[in-house]
């Protein structure tokens, strides 16, 4: 049975930073690319960033570039994402996905998904 658990969440000051991290299980996970995803409040699912097999290739959505790092330890069969000079706008359930596929901004790619770890800003 594939799992992936977030963690790392929590309540962090505008400007703070935070790290998530996303633990696989049942699955080989140097096989799948990987993606992390948000939902604020009342809003739609959005990508945020995703990364290769290797963890040489990443994409960012606008909204996080600059501030945000996706990575991955394949040996550890997790994902990180490093949330750096956060917003009160980054506030939201982040989710960890994974698919076989390729890196990808867009959801219905991914064939896993985590149950969310909440992300609360401060400002």
């Known amino acids: 049975q594939v799992q992936l658990v977030e963690s790392g969440g929590g309540l962090v000051q505008a400007g703070g930073s935070l790290r998530l991290s996303c633990a696989a299980s049942?699955?080989?996970?140097?096989?799948?690319?990987m993606g992390w995803f948000r939902q604020a409040p009342g809003k739609a699912r959005e990508f945020a960033a995703t990364i290769s097999i290797g963890g040489g290739s990443t994409f960012y959505a606008d909204s996080v570039k600059g501030r945000f790092t996706i990575s991955r330890d394949n040996a550890k069969n997790t994902v990180y994402l490093q949330m750096d000079i956060v917003q009160p706008e980054d506030t939201a359930v982040y989710y960890c996905?994974?698919?076989?596929?390729?890196?990808?901004?867009?959801?219905?790619?991914?064939?896993?998904w985590g149950q969310g770890t909440q992300v609360t800003v401060s400002s």
């Open positions: 049942g699955l080989t996970f140097s096989r799948y690319y």
């Open positions: 996905a994974a698919n076989p596929h390729g890196t990808s901004s867009s959801g219905d790619v991914y064939e896993y």
